[in-house]
Structures are given as structure tokens and as C-alpha cells.
């Protein structure tokens, strides 16, 4: 990379951290103090705005770069991953968006709170929920280093080191100080620069071809070196029976964890009713629906223009597909169209990951402060008092989060997203569906629902290849793989659902009917909602 793009490249980036930080001390100045106002924003925003945020907290670095690369590597096998993403949520509209908004207040523990013994079922919530975020977070903040350090053309250990620690440094000051309000309109801001970035990148690349898809297509198969197998099922999945389980529990995970996810889950309490959160879901739904759609023509196009083998030399895991496709269509190496969107789409990326990680980094200091601190007091106390607490929360998550991003630096940790949906997928959508449809749930079938997800996920992946056994794995030197999956959805997934129902038929609790009809009516009409 020339001195060109990496001057450019910063000067975009710090204009993007300004226009943040500028928000952020605007919002700090309205008054913060409440619960409400901290984790909801006040829930002042309307769906298009709400949509737009939830499209800026759903649209990771990992789906601009890492999906757009597995399309142009494994052609319809890496399209499969888009199918994912995008059925998830219908499963977010139809079972979860307008239900949880009547139900909840702030977190997923205030649903499933309402009609169990609170205590008990807001610890386990609370330590599913911080442990989802942790695992999105770290993923986040290790892609944040290297794509920084990749852009500017330095790979040393140092550089990454130091784009870790200023990515959690922000994420702290935008939550500390702006709360939701200030996390929003950063997602705002930043959703309609990724999505602006993706249709320009996406028209020039149909310009390339004159619009002729027919020629994109065979001209990527041609390039990838796979021929018409580019273009078919099973170039990545379809090998061996492990594989296509590896696939099948990947996509449970994809299509299931994004309704428990907690900064996705947090997103419907920032509107005034359960109308608003249903509509806005549809806008996330277009604004999702269309970026994903347009990372196809991305992926293929990165494939006909670039080349499968240079997007592999330039990465292995094909994670620099868009931004060397950026800098071919401006015009080559060392032309000025080719510095100037090679340097727009580097920027583009880095405030993906700023916004998502500030996303989460709420999310999970709200579970801490509302769920884990309120719980253990065992009393609620002042809102100010768990307001302060959260944003203490925030900055221990963010510490753990750099020192956590340090250590796996230079680890292959792409694993870590998927693991964070498949965890949700296990522990907090069974707990957060029993809740809302089963009469006769108890409190021991709720507990038992989460720990009986987390834990085989948990366990699963550290007996997998993903941490040992293979020259891939965390831990090449060592081998204690037992399970042959990388992804456990296929087995946690079912487990978590299997021990909520075995603890509620165990359990000697009477399910109470008068707080299950409350519930029942609460999330279908809205009738007290908060």
C-alpha cells in the first residue's frame, strides 16, 4: 500500500472518529441520569431511525469483508452464508421484535423475569448475555487490529496492539459518555456510509460488465479456477459428511442466534410501542436485506476482477477481497480514483467495527448493571446508582476486551462470531420462546434453559478443532479434540430447548397462571408495556 493510501486512509478514518466523538459530547450534555434515557435513549426514535441502527448493529466488518471474501473463494458455498443472515430475521420479526418490546424494559432478563422467581433467572440471563457480547466483542476488536494494521501496510505486532487498545478506548468513551443515544446515531451514521460505500462499489462493478450478470458470473467462475464448480454446491461444504454437518450446524446458529442476540434484542426498547418495534424491523429488513444482496455482486465481482488466487495471497481467509476490488475498479495501484476508493472503503470498515463494538459494549454493561448488579444487591436501589454502575460496567468490558483482543491477535479467531450466535441460539432463545409461549414454565426450566445451552456450547467448541488437533486450531502443539465439529449449534442448540423442559417437568414450582395470562396478554396487545 502506498504512502498515498495510508495518508488518505487516516485522514478518513479520523474524520469519522471526530464526527463520533462530536456526537458523543453533544448527547453527554443532555441529561443521562436515568435508566430509561442511558439504556433506551429515552425510546424517542422512530422506526425508519430505529432500522437504520439495528441495520448499523446487524451489518458487521465480518459481512462486509468476511462474506464478501468467502464468495469470492468458494462462490455458492460462501453465497450460503447471506441465506443465513437474512431468513434470521424472519424469525426476529415474527416470533421476537414486537413481543420482547411489550415485555421487557431494558434487557432479555426483564422478559423472562416477569413471570419466574427474578433473582435466579436474571443471574443466569445476565451471564449468558455478558457472555455473547464478550465473544462478538473480542471478535470485533481482533478484526479491528488487523484490518488497521493490513490497511496501513503494517503487520507487525505493534501496530495491532495499538489499533486494539484505541478501538476499546473509543467504544468505552461512546458508551460511558453518550449511552444509547449516542451508540444510535453512530449506528446511524455509520449504516448509511456502509450502505452508500457497498451500492457505489456495487454499481461500478455492474458498470465493469455492463450490466450483464450472465458475463459477471462466468467471468468470476472462469477466474476462480474452479470453472462451473464455482458456480455449484460443494466446493467448501459438500467434501466430507463432517463438513456438511459443519454447514448445517453453522446455519441453526446463523438463522436461530439472531433472535437472542442481546445488542440486537436492546434495539426494540429504544421505541415508543411494540408498533414501532415491528416496523422497525421491517426497515432493518430492506436496508439488511438489500446490503447483503449487493455483497453478492461484491464477492462474485472481487472474484472476476481481481482474481480467487490474488485475493488469497493478499489473505487467506480472503478478508481483503473488497478493499483490493476497490482499489482495481478506481483504477489500479497508483492512480488517484484507486487511492481515493481503496481509502473510502478502509474507512467504510473501520467504522463498522466502531459502531458494532460500542453496540455491544452497551448491551452488555446494561446486562451487568440491570441483571448481574441488581440481582446480587438484591434490591434495585436508585436508577442514578445502576446508571453509574453501568458505565463503570462499560469500562471493565472494554478492558477485558483489549486485553482479551491482545492475547488472540495473532489467532485465527473468525470462529468467535459464529460461536457467539450459536451460544445465543443455545441459551437465550430457548429461555426467551418458553417464556413467551409456554404456560407452564417454570423457574427451574428457565434456569436450566440457559446453562443448558451456554455450557455444551461452550464446552463443545474447547473440544473441537477449532481450539486443538489441526495446524489451523488456537493451539496447534496440543490435541484434546474430541468433538469433530467447529461449530456446536447442531447439538447445543436442541440441548438448551431439552434442558428448559426437562427442569420445568422436574421442578416442584406451580407455574403461575395469572402472571403467564398477564404476560400472554402484555406481549400479544401491549397492554402495560413500559
Request: glycine fraction near 12%.
Amino acid at each position: 500500500m502506498t504512502g498515498d493510501h495510508q495518508t488518505l486512509a487516516l485522514l478518513l478514518f479520523s474524520g469519522f472518529v471526530a464526527v463520533t466523538l462530536g456526537i458523543t459530547t453533544w448527547v453527554s450534555r443532555r441529561r443521562q441520569g436515568s435508566a430509561e434515557e442511558f439504556y433506551a435513549g429515552g425510546r424517542l426514535f422512530s422506526p425508519m431511525e430505529n432500522g437504520f441502527a439495528i441495520a448499523g448493529d446487524y451489518m458487521s466488518a465480518a459481512s462486509f469483508l468476511g462474506v464478501t471474501g468467502l464468495i469470492a473463494l468458494y462462490g455458492y458455498d460462501g453465497m450460503l452464508y447471506v441465506v443465513g443472515f437474512l431468513v434470521a430475521w424472519l424469525v426476529v420479526l415474527f416470533l421476537v421484535a414486537e413481543l420482547v418490546r411489550n415485555c421487557g424494559r431494558f434487557t432479555l432478563a426483564d422478559v423472562v423475569a416477569a413471570r419466574m422467581s427474578e433473582r435466579p433467572v436474571r443471574i443466569a440471563a445476565g451471564t449468558s448475555s455478558v457472555t455473547v457480547s464478550v465473544l462478538y466483542l473480542v471478535a470485533q476488536m481482533v478484526g479491528a487490529g488487523s484490518l488497521v494494521a493490513l490497511l496501513l501496510g503494517r503487520t507487525s505486532g505493534a501496530v495491532q496492539a495499538w489499533a486494539v487498545i484505541g478501538v476499546g478506548a473509543l467504544m468505552v468513551v461512546y458508551v460511558s459518555l453518550g449511552g444509547m443515544r449516542a451508540t444510535t446515531w453512530i449506528q446511524i451514521v455509520k449504516a448509511v456510509l456502509l450502505l452508500s460505500g457497498t451500492i457505489a462499489l456495487t454499481v461500478l462493478v455492474l458498470l465493469r460488465f455492463h450490466g450483464d450478470v450472465d458475463r459477471l458470473l462466468l467471468t468470476a467462475a472462469e477466474r476462480s479456477g474452479h470453472g462451473r464448480a464455482f458456480l455449484a454446491p460443494g466446493l467448501k461444504y459438500g467434501g466430507t459428511w463432517t463438513a456438511r454437518l459443519d454447514f448445517i450446524s453453522l446455519g441453526l446458529a446463523l438463522v436461530l442466534g439472531t433472535g437472542g442476540l442481546p445488542h440486537i434484542l436492546s434495539r426494540f426498547y429504544t421505541v415508543p410501542t411494540a408498533r414501532a418495534a415491528r416496523r422497525s424491523a421491517v426497515w432493518s429488513i430492506g436496508l439488511i436485506g438489500g446490503f447483503y444482496l449487493m455483497t453478492i455482486v461484491l464477492g462474485f465481482g472481487a472474484a472476476a476482477v481481481v482474481g480467487t488466487d490474488a485475493v488469497r495471497g493478499s489473505n487467506a481467509a480472503g478478508n481483503t477481497a473488497v478493499p483490493l476490488l476497490a482499489l482495481d475498479l478506481g483504477g489500479g495501484a497508483g492512480s488517484t480514483g484507486g487511492t481515493v476508493l481503496f481509502a473510502v472503503v478502509a474507512a467504510v470498515a473501520f467504522a463498522t467495527i466502531l459502531a458494532v463494538v460500542a453496540g455491544i459494549t452497551l448491551a452488555s454493561s446494561a446486562s451487568v448493571a440491570h441483571d448481574l448488579y441488581a440481582s446480587l444487591r438484591r434490591s434495585r436501589g436508585r436508577a442514578r446508582s445502576e446508571v453509574a454502575v453501568a458505565r463503570w460496567a462499560a469500562v471493565g468490558i472494554g478492558v477485558v476486551a483489549i486485553a482479551l483482543g491482545l492475547l488472540a491477535r495473532d489467532l485465527n479467531v473468525a470462529f468467535l462470531v459464529g460461536l457467539a450466535f450459536a451460544v445465543a441460539a443455545s441459551a437465550n432463545l430457548p429461555v426467551l420462546l418458553y417464556s413467551l409461549f409456554w404456560r407452564g414454565f417454570t423457574t427451574r426450566g428457565a434456569v436450566w434453559a440457559v446453562y443448558g445451552g451456554l455450557i455444551p456450547a461452550l464446552g463443545l467448541v474447547l473440544l473441537s478443532p477449532v481450539v486443538s488437533g489441526s495446524p489451523a486450531s488456537l493451539f496447534p502443539d496440543v490435541d484434546f479434540q474430541y468433538f469433530p465439529l467447529q461449530n456446536p449449534g447442531i447439538v447445543s442448540i436442541p440441548l438448551g430447548f431439552l434442558a428448559g423442559w426437562l427442569g420445568t417437568i422436574t421442578s416442584d414450582e406451580v407455574a403461575d397462571e395469572a402472571r403467564y395470562a398477564e404476560t400472554e396478554v402484555r406481549s400479544l396487545t401491549g397492554a402495560g408495556a413500559v
